[in-house]
């Protein structure tokens, strides 16, 4: 399994869910069995938002060339979707959401298992500091 390619999925499950709640937060949500008030589509649309940002930091976190990014980006991934995780299984075994609803408990655990997985397969980046010259102790002045 290569990051880039978790990264890539990411971003595609992020923008899409990330659109249906910004575009069509009422549709979306009924997908679920959730019931859109007024003040439940604005949080959805923020969600959207939050959601669309997640996958920008994606797919930027796959062109990244740096190690350090990357280091960045998979703890922030991982916090996420630990946290995306327990909050819709939360909701899902008070059945707060239809059947349907268990796709997220779903799509946020095995982001959860792959960002772990890179977490703590990922070689620690740290550069080794430079060699010194030897050669003596002679200075240029």
């Not at 990014?69 to 996420?80: D, G, S």
């Not at 779903?106 to 959860?112: N, S």
């Not at 397969?121 to 010194?132: D, L, N, Q």
């Amino acid at each position: 399994m290569k990051l880039n390619t978790v990264l890539a999925v990411n971003a595609v499950v992020t923008f899409a869910y990330g659109a249906g709640l910004m575009l069509l937060p009422d549709w979306t949500l009924g997908q679920f069995g959730v019931e859109a008030s007024a003040a439940v589509v604005v949080l959805a649309r923020l969600v959207g938002a939050a959601l669309i940002v997640f996958g920008v930091l994606a797919l930027a976190a796959r062109g990244a060339g740096e190690a350090v990014a990357r280091q960045l980006m998979v703890p922030a991934f991982l916090t996420r979707d630990l946290l995306g995780f327990a909050v819709t299984l939360v909701g899902q075994l008070a059945k707060v959401t239809n059947s349907t609803g268990w796709i997220n408990v779903v799509i946020y655990g095995l982001f959860a298992l792959a960002y772990g997985y890179f977490m703590w397969t990922m070689p620690s980046g740290r550069k080794a500091a430079p060699a010194r010259r030897s050669g003596g102790s002679k200075r240029r002045r």
